[in-house]
């Protein structure tokens, strides 16, 4: 018999939707799209022309889709101007509202043009700035994505620093898979592309894990105060025990790369881009069931609504409708020999 | 002019203006916050003794009446548990209440998160919600580490107790102190040694509590008589939620 027993109290729901995971999720994507995009369109590493165009892919798509998913999450989405009218330095959201933004005007024009690449040649130049910019702001959404949520002390799960390396990892890991299932569907030579985006999707994999098992390791040996609450408030829970399982397996998939050859990498990157969607599910509507006072944990039932599965399949589809746009407009990729846009 | 310096150049000026702007940035957010309106020379705050608290939840419907919370959500509410001794348990079982609340705070974490200043404090210390302002982000609702804050679903912006402003400012207590039946809600002026407030809290010495003194919030709720087990997150059973949460918890 417990010493305590909770007789009368209330569930706190959610107040951060699906919507926000998916934010999240195609923030994640589109920032780390970008870096990886940068290995072609500004450092010109061999044998990445192809992975690049994947990523930009993912980048363009992703891009179009996070803001729809963040203003979906805003109660009073018709005031999202307010953000603008009311700027607030000391609140990391209100910086972000800055950088997305600009971030996704950048995305948009160095990722069309770096794809559909001008045959005359007049805007080859632009290429390599717009991507140095797009990269300065993709790692300004990195890094406010990641605070945003780091800083909010009232929830232990999230209130710790490595919450927006975990962010970075796992969304690299996830962009690259992305990538990956994306350079499937698309004709033309795999082979290169395919060793270079598995190689970021199995390191990135492999960091996120470590990033998880250090954030482990502090919370059971009393080193971080937050996580200790956290491992308190849940390990005591068959289901956060299953899911923390699930996630740690489907971390370590992505990996299997480096070790079996032969396997379906675009299986491996839709496992990759699975378990980066997971874990931002975890964090966000598991971690809001974590009572900030009440006994025991909250019960989440995903709403069938708008705010709930419907949502969910509308955001998904409308990124299947983006990438499908998107590829058809700029076309097959050229092959990895083909004329380099002009420098 | 070649292309690469032009493009070396680009970058440089766009890094340099973000660096530029990520530097005047970090002055503005040092300044944080300013409270604004009320009455400075005040200190609302509310004390609730305990052992008065007979758990009959008068004050949690007195508030939503007063102030129209829609069904399902509350800005107050008596969680109550059933306690035993832990080393003996076949002993007796005794039943604790603990109002909840807006715990007002003087480092309110709600207030610097709101990217839109809804959220702010007054002079006074009543920390309110300007309802024309919010965006119901819920970034405020995050960051309250009592979980007093909620998103009211028929205004759409984020909700909590304001410690009845309407009724403060009108020279009446706020709704929970009015009709709480054994007398254990107090309200008033801590500023002034004179209140009712102050002389209680003065008496109590070292029994007045707050919840959750870790997080540094300062909060202007202070309790007497209050079990240093449910300061915090309440380490007990639940027991009064759905078969979902028990078949997670199984």
Redesign the interface.
Known sequence: MPAIIETVNITHEAAWLPWAVFYFFFAALAFSAAIISTAWTLLRRPGWKRAARMALLVLLSSAIVAPVALLADLHQPGRFWHFYTHFTPWSWMSWGALFLPLFVALAIVYSWLALTQPKDGRLAWAIRPLAMATLAFALLVALYTGMEVMVVKARPIWNTALLPWAYLFTGLMGAAGLALVVDAFIPGDHATAERKLSKVMGYAALLSLLTLGLWLAEGLTGISDAAARTIAAISGSAYWRMIGLALALSLAVPILGFFIRGLPLAVLGLIAVAAMWAFRWVVFMDGQMIPKTGAGLYAYRLPMGADGLLGIIGIIGLWLAVIIIVTTITGPAPRQGAAQPAE | MD??R??FL??AG??TC?AAAASV?AK??????QRHGGDPSKRYAMVIDLRRCI?CQACTIACSTENRIPIGE?RT??????????ND?DGAVY?FTLP?LCNHCDNP?CV???????TFQREDGRVLIDEE???????C???????A???NPVT??ADKCTFCVQRVDAGLLPACVETCTGGARMFGDVKDPESHVSRVLAEAGDEVKV??PE?KTAPHVYYIGLDT?FQ???????????K??E????
């Open positions: 292309t690469s032009r493009a680009t970058g766009a890094l973000g940035g503005a957010a040092k300044a944080g916050p758990g509350f509410i008596v969680s109550q548990y059933d306690v035993r001794d832990a348990p039943s909840r974490p610097p998160v709101c990217p839109v200043q809804a302002v919010c965006v119901g982000c819920g970034y609702v995050q960051a309250c580490p009592y979980d804050r909620f998103i759409n912006t919840l959750r997080m087990r915090g997150k309440v380490d007990g059973a639940p027991a009064m939620w759905t979902i949460r078949s997670q918890e199984a």
